[in-house]
């Protein structure tokens, strides 16, 4: 039997997707994968100050905007010629280091939990536990009122099996709540050196505008410390704890097995050595990255048959075009880039960290380097890389010197041109800025839900998102519960995807 399933809005991602499925037999035959608006952030920024992008590009979204705003800087540092001070680096590690502990906290609590926590457990709570009684009692007058449990915030929710044991569901759900505590948490320590959050107010080209005291440093360290333990302990549990009971997803939603990472957190200008190295893999295969091997297919794509990586001029029009997302190729072929994508290519390249962390994981789960190949794999590995992350941001707010300063001067030149490269919570990301009689002539980025949720390109190549779809079995044409989660384990941002 083939049938047409439709995941429109799929709920619970930051933006506006929509996935189309052919399914045959029970099974995904085909996915279409759609970007549902355009917003025109790089035509925005034509002909303004260059001093204006690293605000504007922010608002591309309000989840990773210190990546947006590093993007930038990192492009106009390129093009102006200047340095940052060392204070300058750790505190921009430091901002995106707090941003990575924000999204990833955010994607598996508030975003992706929902998808295997049956929260209506809840209602016969009978412990002591504060926390708990609360939702119990604010459930059980959702229930009195409208018969229906589970409630907003956690519909809409597909029907499906969910954890087994009441004490997990009950586990989650309170770290659902708590969770939220900690989001607010690692915005306090942004704002710290970012001014607020979310749009940073203190990035700068040459470093940042915030100076460092000794107060902002204890506070740094007080913040971060209950950041860390909650990772270390209730975000670890929780996710090994769905990892374990739904082993089966370590199975389903596997990619191409091609991935892509630029460079992450580097402590000390171009010339150091970062957390994460970049690197292209693909089949277990590693080779050293080539920008100039990324291009932007637009077969699929609602832009004329001219826009390429550095053009985007939208036609609402186009025929057989599905999606305003471009489609990014490295070589030709699809990446899928992200956390899984980092871990990975940096444990071919023997990362200390990165190795310890990998094979505790599957010395612990009996799992193999493959498995993390999956729809599991990409939460996984999620929950590995902030380990390693929350562990240096420690380090580098211990290595600020109040005495020092945070910024450089610069001049904008008449002409110029720069890149920005960096590693966003969701992955690879770069800015392209061109300027001309100090205007802004020409900016483009390509960003790391670009790559995952691309639509076909010319070479009717699908793209990661649309290839992991493929193959899944849909036990119910009207809850594609394993579809979402496939979906989500890639934490796709439709709002960064079409910027
Ligand atoms: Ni809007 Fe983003 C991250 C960037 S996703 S969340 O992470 O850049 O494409």
């Not at 409208?146 to 009441?166: D, E, I, N, R």
């Not at 291009?295 to 999606?323: C, F, G, L, W």
């Not at 190949?373 to 010197?401: P, T």
Request: glycine share 6%.
């Amino acid at each position: 039997m083939s049938q047409k399933v439709t995941l429109d809005p799929l709920t619970r991602i930051e933006g506006h997707l929509a996935v189309r499925l052919s399914v045959d037999d029970g099974k995904v035959s085909s996915a279409q994968c759609s970007g549902e608006m355009f917003r025109g952030f790089e035509q925005i920024l034509q002909g303004r100050s260059p001093l204006d992008a690293q605000q504007i590009i922010q608002r591309i979204c309000g989840v990773c905007p210190v990546s947006h705003g590093l993007a930038s800087v990192f492009a106009q540092e390129a093009a102006y010629g200047i340095s940052v001070p060392q204070n300058g680096h750790l505190i921009r590690n430091i901002i995106l280091a707090s941003n990575y502990i924000n999204s990833h906290i955010t994607h598996f609590y508030h975003l992706s939990a929902l998808d295997f926590v049956d929260v209506s457990e809840v209602l016969n709570y009978q412990g002591k536990d504060s926390l708990l009684l609360n939702i119990k009692s604010w459930a059980q007058d959702e229930f009195a009122s409208t018969t229906l449990f589970p409630a907003a915030p956690f519909l809409p929710q597909y029907a499906g099996t969910y954890l087994q044991s009441t004490e997990l569901n009950l586990g989650v759900l309170k770290n659902y709540f708590v969770a939220l505590e900690m989001r607010a948490l690692s915005h306090q320590l942004i704002s710290l050196f970012g001014g607020k959050m979310p749009h940073v107010a203190s990035l700068v080209p040459g470093g940042v505008t915030e100076k460092v005291d000794a107060k902002k440093i204890a506070a740094s360290h007080a913040k971060l410390q209950k950041l860390e333990n909650f990772i270390r302990t209730s975000y670890k549990q929780d996710v090994l704890a769905v990892a374990s009971e739904f082993s089966e997803y370590f199975s389903s939603g596997k990619g191409y097995d091609n991935y892509l990472a630029f460079e992450a957190f580097k402590e000390n200008g171009p010339s150091s050595s970062p957390l994460f190295p970049e690197g292209v893999l693909t089949g277990g295969n590693l080779e050293s990255l080539s920008v100039s091997a990324i291009e932007e297919r637009v077969a699929y794509s609602r832009y004329t048959d001219t826009s390429n990586r550095h053009i985007t001029i939208p036609d609402a029009e186009k025929k057989d075009a599905y999606s305003w997302i471009k489609a990014p190729r490295y070589n030709g072929l699809p990446m899928e880039v992200g956390p899984l994508a980092r871990i990975l290519i940096a444990y071919k390249q023997k990362d200390p960290a990165t190795l310890t962390a990998v094979n505790s994981f599957l010395a612990t789960t009996g799992r193999s380097l493959d498995d993390l190949n999956s729809c599991m794999g990409r939460h996984v590995a999620r929950y590995l890389e902030l380990e390693i992350v929350v562990k240096k941001c420690g380090e580098w707010i211990a290595a600020l010197n109040p005495n020092e300063p945070t910024a450089h001067p610069f001049n904008i030149p008449r002409s110029a041109q720069g890149e920005g490269l960096v590693e966003a919570p969701r992955g690879a990301l770069g800015h392209w800025i061109e300027i001309k009689n100090h205007k802004i002539s020409r900016y483009e980025c390509i960003v790391p839900t670009t790559w995952n949720c691309s639509p076909k390109d010319d070479a009717e190549t699908f793209g990661p998102m649309e290839y992991a779809l493929k193959g899944t079995a849909i036990a119910d044409a009207d809850n594609p519960i394993e579809a979402a989660r496939i979906i989500r384990s890639f934490d796709p941002c439709l709002a960064c995807a079409v910027h």
